[in-house]
């Protein structure tokens, strides 16, 4: 069973979630969280014994003794990862995909690889609780590559309970993150644009063709919206904000997070 | 055009600023970078223009296509399929590699909508948004093309706020004259070096929304900021009653507008 949790706004407490939902079944079984949100893994923080390893990856480079201004690289560069500036290419390594299409198209051969640290991947435990994680180099932007570094590292386990933090937002990056789950999780909370954000999240679960589930940080907040939601097809619960975790996880909003598992273990048909 | 990149930690308090600005700043052009979805729309209401945003995506001609598979072997992403050679739309990020090594000419950049750009506009003042179809792939050219627009109304000032550390922060980043980073005493350090590493020349500035809450933080956040060419431009002090309130109930805030007042000034 794969549970992704999806956030279109950060700061609503996804990572401490994820975090409590891991280590909930871990007295009967091993559970794993993936944290896909590579560019502020948050998730780390949680484990003290976390190492990475480095990971590399290509990206172009502008050889300016041989450039001879042809600005055919602008051109092609769909991600606008080529800047002109005085009419000198100048390569936004933050951005920069390395696909390529910048090389081939260079009359002058004026563009190579180069080879930069994209970030690190590693793992963690606690008990039965392992967390496979990745961190983007700073300076880096570009993290489906390490994304997949990370997947390919620690391939999603079958058969066992997966919880999968997905890069913050809800467009292509995020999805194709936790594209692997049974289930997605919307954490949000009351906002101006909260009808909204249920409705696009409600599009994107209809185009996966899973279940899809929205915890909203507010009893009352949710109350006022329960309608819009299971007309979407949508399930619901709402688990209360908790302001600080000096004192631990509260008691009785662990109970409420455990019944709320339950039900998505139980609605798949267990795992 | 002087951009002002409006970025920071999450429930810092950027959203409200950006409207303590909104309703200040005349000639200016507003941009919010959140497409997935947009929220400062709800806050302004002006001329409204629509448009539809496209990328150019590959499409095989199955016609042509002898199957030779060069396509699958090169594409950066692994976004191509090996019994069909079928192209993934979640996977692929549209560079266009495999359009270029196509011998046959079997392959095609088309262009295809993944959202829309909104411009409203009021007296001076102009908002621009973007709406991105649920899910779609290019959430940052959809990003650029505001800015894009932006740089063609031809106006003194963007004022652009930018959400999270990731691909988007780092693309506004590159292009910001100024750049205002918001913290809160529950900012984690590790926002600044990430922030930090995206700026290039631009003049940096720091506010620090809060204040009083954990003094010992807020010290080490603002110290950690300077060390990095952040330079502390106000504090906003914390108010129990602010914390529970709507960006636009903060906004009608008479210790807020002080401070917005001269942070004004000061740009």
């Known amino acids: 069973m794969n549970i992704a949790l ?22 009967e079984t091993e559970v794993f969280l993936y944290e896909f949100d590579v ?40 991600f606008g990862a080529i800047k002109k500036e005085n009419d000198k290419p100048i390569r936004i390594i933050s951005i920069c995909r390395g696909c390529g299409v910048c090389l081939d198209i260079c009359p002058e051969h004026a563009i190579d690889w180069e080879e930069i640290v994209s970030g690190e991947v590693g793992e963690a435990q606690i008990d039965n609780l392992t967390l496979y994680a990745a961190r983007l180099a700073l300076g880096q932007a570009w993290e489906g590559f390490l994304i997949k570094k990370l997947k390919e590292s620690y391939p999603i386990k079958e058969n066992k309970i997966n919880i999968l933090k997905a890069p913050l937002g809800l467009g292509a990056s995020s999805l194709r993150a936790v594209k692997d789950a049974n289930v997605f999780i919307l954490v949000t909370n009351p906002s101006v644009t909260l009808e909204e954000e249920i409705k696009t999240f409600g599009e994107i679960v209809q185009g996966f063709g899973i279940t899809g589930f929205v915890i909203i940080r507010d009893k009352d907040a949710l109350k006022d919206i329960e309608t819009l939601i299971s007309n979407l097809g949508l399930y619901s619960t709402s688990i209360p904000w908790i302001p600080s975790l000096k004192n631990g996880f509260p008691q009785d909003i662990e109970v409420e997070l455990e019944a709320f598992l339950n039900r998505i273990l139980s609605n798949n048909g267990g795992f | 055009m002087r951009s002002i990149v409006i970025t920071g930690a999450p429930q810092s308090g950027k959203t409200s600023i950006i409207l ?35 990328i150019k995506a590959p499409v095989r001609n199955f016609m042509v296509c002898v199957g030779c598979q060069l396509c699958l072997k090169r594409c950066p992403f692994g976004a191509i399929y090996e019994e069909d050679l079928w192209i993934d739309p979640l996977e692929c990020e549209c560079c266009g590699l495999c359009v270029q090594q196509c011998a046959q000419k079997a392959l095609q950049m088309v262009n295809m909508q993944i959202g829309e750009w909104i411009k409203l506009e009021k007296e001076s003042k102009i908002l621009l948004y973007g709406k991105l179809m649920p899910g779609a792939t290019g959430e940052g050219l959809l990003v650029e093309e505001l800015y894009n627009q932006a740089t063609a109304l031809s106006k003194d000032l963007a004022i652009i706020e930018t959400h999270g550390v990731g691909e988007i922060a780092a693309r506004m980043l590159s292009k910001a004259s100024d750049v205002i980073l918001v913290l809160d005493p529950f900012t984690n350090e590790e926002v600044i070096d990430r922030i930090n590493n995206f700026c290039d020349t631009s003049k940096k500035y720091l506010l620090l929304n809060k204040k009083g809450m954990d003094i010992d933080k807020e010290k080490l956040l603002v110290q950690k900021a300077e060390a990095n060419g952040f330079k502390l431009l106000s504090a906003l002090p914390y108010q129990e009653d602010l ?3 709507s960006e636009q109930a903060i906004c009608n805030n008479e210790m807020f507008n002080k401070a917005v007042n001269s942070l004004v000034q000061k740009l």
Do not use: M
């Open chain 1, 6 to 27: 999806l956030a279109s706004r950060g700061g609503i407490g996804r990572t401490t979630l994820a975090f409590k939902l891991g280590q909930l079944k871990t007295k």
């Open chain 1, 39 to 78: 560019a502020y893994p948050k998730l780390i923080s949680f484990f003290s014994n976390w190492s990475g390893q480095t990971i590399k990856r290509r990206v172009s480079k502008v050889l300016y003794d041989k450039c001879k201004f042809h600005q055919k690289c602008f051109d092609v560069c769909q």
């Open chain 2, 20 to 54: 303590g600005l909104l309703s200040r700043l005349d000639n200016s052009i507003f941009i919010d970078t959140k497409v997935d979805v947009p929220l400062l729309y709800k806050f302004f209401t002006g001329q409204e223009t629509r448009n539809p945003f496209h």
């Open chain 2, 243 to 245: 914390k529970v309130l």
